[in-house]
C-alpha cells in the first residue's frame, strides 16, 4: 500500500482565507484536485488549515517548496506532506 504523496496539509491560515483564495494561493504549482480548508461544525467558520490535493507527486513538491515558511495575510504558513490515517500517524499539530 503506498503513500499517496500528492496532498499537502497546509496550517496557520489566516481565519479569513476563503475557499476559492487558498486554491489560488496554491494553483501556480499545478494541477489541483481538491483543495479545501477545514471548518469548525457549528459555526462554519475555518479553522485555520487545510489539504490541497494535486495530480501529481511533482507539483505538490513544487507547491511545498514554494510555499512553506510563506507569509500569506500577515501570518506565516506551514506546509507539508498529510499524512495517511491508513497508517496510524498523525500530525503533532
Known sequence: MAKRLSELFVSRLS???TEESFREMFSPYGLIRQARLVKDPRTGRNKGFGF????SEDDARRALK???GRVI???LIFVEFANSRENGE???H
Open 90 to 92: 498523525n500530525a503533532d
Open 73 to 75: 495575510n500577515n501570518r
Open 15 to 17: 481565519f479569513y482565507t
Open 52 to 55: 490541497v490535493a494535486y495530480e
Open 66 to 68: 514554494a510555499m512553506n
